[in-house]
Protein backbone atom coordinates (compact mmCIF):
# COMPACT_ATOMS: atom_id res chain seq x y z
CA UNK A 1 0.00 0.00 0.00
CA UNK A 2 1.14 3.26 -0.77
CA UNK A 3 2.31 6.03 1.86
CA UNK A 4 -0.28 8.68 2.35
CA UNK A 5 -0.50 12.01 -0.48
CA UNK A 6 -1.05 15.26 0.39
CA UNK A 7 -1.65 18.18 -2.14
CA UNK A 8 -2.96 21.71 -2.40
CA UNK A 9 -6.89 21.81 -2.89
CA UNK A 10 -7.31 22.93 -6.06
CA UNK A 11 -7.60 21.44 -9.30
CA UNK A 12 -4.32 21.42 -10.74
CA UNK A 13 -3.01 19.91 -7.65
CA UNK A 14 -5.98 16.91 -7.61
CA UNK A 15 -5.53 15.65 -10.74
CA UNK A 16 -2.04 14.82 -10.18
CA UNK A 17 -3.14 12.22 -7.61
CA UNK A 18 -2.81 9.23 -8.12
CA UNK A 19 -5.77 7.42 -9.91
CA UNK A 20 -5.53 3.50 -10.21
CA UNK A 21 -7.08 2.41 -6.55
CA UNK A 22 -10.07 3.02 -4.54
CA UNK A 23 -8.76 6.03 -1.91
CA UNK A 24 -9.97 7.24 1.64
CA UNK A 25 -9.65 11.28 1.58
CA UNK A 26 -9.77 14.12 4.03
CA UNK A 27 -10.06 17.67 2.83
CA UNK A 28 -8.02 19.57 5.54
CA UNK A 29 -7.74 22.98 6.54
CA UNK A 30 -5.21 25.40 6.94
CA UNK A 31 -4.37 24.56 10.34
CA UNK A 32 -4.56 20.34 9.24
CA UNK A 33 -8.06 19.99 10.70
CA UNK A 34 -10.05 17.61 8.69
CA UNK A 35 -13.15 19.23 7.54
CA UNK A 36 -14.61 16.18 5.59
CA UNK A 37 -13.60 12.12 4.54
CA UNK A 38 -15.01 10.63 2.01
CA UNK A 39 -13.89 7.56 -0.72
CA UNK A 40 -13.63 7.47 -4.08
CA UNK A 41 -13.07 4.42 -6.30
CA UNK A 42 -10.47 3.48 -8.61
CA UNK A 43 -10.67 5.92 -11.00
CA UNK A 44 -12.63 8.24 -10.09
CA UNK A 45 -10.63 9.77 -7.72
CA UNK A 46 -9.59 13.16 -9.21
CA UNK A 47 -12.88 13.62 -10.80
CA UNK A 48 -14.37 12.66 -6.99
CA UNK A 49 -12.25 14.97 -4.94
CA UNK A 50 -13.00 17.73 -7.64
CA UNK A 51 -16.55 17.66 -7.01
CA UNK A 52 -16.03 19.23 -3.41
CA UNK A 53 -14.31 22.29 -4.49
CA UNK A 54 -16.09 25.62 -4.04
CA UNK A 55 -18.49 23.39 -1.38
CA UNK A 56 -16.13 22.20 1.08
CA UNK A 57 -13.18 24.80 2.15
CA UNK A 58 -9.87 23.48 2.32
CA UNK A 59 -6.31 23.87 2.23
CA UNK A 60 -5.25 20.92 1.66
CA UNK A 61 -6.21 17.32 0.25
CA UNK A 62 -4.34 14.39 1.75
CA UNK A 63 -5.31 10.13 0.57
CA UNK A 64 -4.21 7.08 1.66
CA UNK A 65 -4.66 4.53 -1.27
CA UNK A 66 -6.55 1.01 -0.64
CA UNK A 67 -6.98 -2.49 -1.87
CA UNK A 68 -10.50 -2.45 -2.16
CA UNK A 69 -13.40 -0.69 -1.90
CA UNK A 70 -14.84 -2.10 1.00
CA UNK A 71 -11.51 -1.44 2.82
CA UNK A 72 -11.85 2.12 2.06
CA UNK A 73 -15.24 2.04 3.59
CA UNK A 74 -14.30 0.48 6.72
CA UNK A 75 -11.22 2.99 7.23
CA UNK A 76 -13.99 5.67 6.14
CA UNK A 77 -16.23 4.99 8.87
CA UNK A 78 -13.21 4.87 11.25
CA UNK A 79 -11.96 8.08 10.56
CA UNK A 80 -15.30 9.80 10.69
CA UNK A 81 -16.34 8.03 13.97
CA UNK A 82 -13.14 9.57 15.41
CA UNK A 83 -12.81 12.73 14.31
CA UNK A 84 -16.37 14.00 13.55
CA UNK A 85 -15.47 16.14 10.49
CA UNK A 86 -17.44 19.82 10.12
CA UNK A 87 -19.18 18.26 6.37
CA UNK A 88 -19.81 14.71 7.13
CA UNK A 89 -23.46 16.05 8.06
CA UNK A 90 -24.60 12.25 7.92
CA UNK A 91 -22.46 10.66 10.58
CA UNK A 92 -22.30 7.32 8.95
Known amino acids: MASPKTVNYN ?3 IQKLPNDKPV ?3 ILTKSGNN ?9 RVQERISEHLGEIPGAKVKI ?5 IKEASKKEA ?6 KPKYNEKGK
Open 35 to 43: NYTGIAKKG
Open 24 to 26: VYK
Open 78 to 83: NIISRS
Open 11 to 13: KDS
Open 64 to 68: EQMTS
